[in-house]
């Protein structure tokens, strides 16, 4: 790991966006997030003026800030060249751009003061076939989980303003054998070691959609279907 208590991130953009039509069938969707200037108020819930347009799996106060690295978007430029152009800050619908850290350096339960708020790690980002039609690629969910770099959301434990230029320091790690790289090779990757899903599900605040995957992986023996999130529904 490399941030120690006291080191930081620096959120370089906050974005926030309106429900709006995706893609041909003009599903509901808040993914494209603007550019918000000046402070903005991080709540429960996340940024003031933010939405999504599924509340069923995106939002609420376990993804209330959805971050991204922007070391992951050049990266993202050389692998598809022919959609280089939309792998910009924002691209994946993130509330804060993030510097100087990516998923490596976050662990589950990590709390960060950032502005005048204290947020918590949440969970990484288990990424759905919205993100195939925001890049017109029909496989971009699933390039996206099997790389890791999938963003990650923060709750709000204190709210407080935010804002571009704020640096994110680490005020607690109470579990740093559990970085989001870790979790996501045994959810996508290492998916029936068994040591680890027993020890993942032991972790206290680990959110309650990942509990249920957990605890179904540990008794059925088998990896849940990801095809329904993966993969966009045929219209």
């Known amino acids: ?16 966006g309106r429900v709006a039509p995706l893609g041909p069938a003009g599903v509901a969707s808040a993914i494209d997030k603007q550019k918000v200037d000046g402070p903005v108020m991080a709540g429960p819930l996340g940024l003031e003026g933010d939405e999504q347009g599924d509340r069923k799996h ?31 800050a924002g691209a994946f619908g993130e509330n804060l751009v993030v510097a100087g850290a990516t998923e490596a350096d976050f662990c589950l339960g990590d709390r960060w003061r950032t502005g005048a708020a204290l947020i918590e790690v949440s ?30 959301y923060f709750r709000v434990i204190e709210p407080g303003l935010v804002a571009a230029g704020d640096h994110g320091v680490l005020a607690q790690r109470p579990h740093p054998e559990w970085s989001l790289g870790r979790v996501s090779h045994l959810l996508y990757h290492d998916r029936m070691n068994r040591s680890a899903l027993e020890e993942l599900a032991a972790l206290p605040g680990l959110p309650e959609s990942w509990q249920r995957l957990v605890d179904a992986r ?3 023996g088998q990896t849940e279907n990801w095809l329904r999130r993966l ?5």
Not at 72 to 85: I, S, V
Not at 125 to 135: D, E, K, S, V, Y
Not at 231 to 235: A, D, S
């Open 231 to 235: 993969e966009t529904p045929k219209v």
């Open 123 to 152: 969970q990484a980002r288990q990424p759905c076939w919205r993100l195939n039609l925001r890049f017109d690629l029909p496989d971009m969910a699933r390039r996206v989980q099997e790389t890791g770099r999938s963003g990650w």
């Open 58 to 88: 995106h939002g609420g106060p376990h993804k209330a800030l959805h971050a991204y690295a922007h070391a992951h978007l050049p990266l993202w430029a050389a692998e598809l060249p022919h959609r280089a152009d939309r792998f910009r």
């Open 1 to 16: 790991m490399q941030q120690r208590p006291g080191e930081a991130f620096e959120i370089v953009e906050l974005r926030t």
């Open 218 to 220: 540990l008794a059925s």
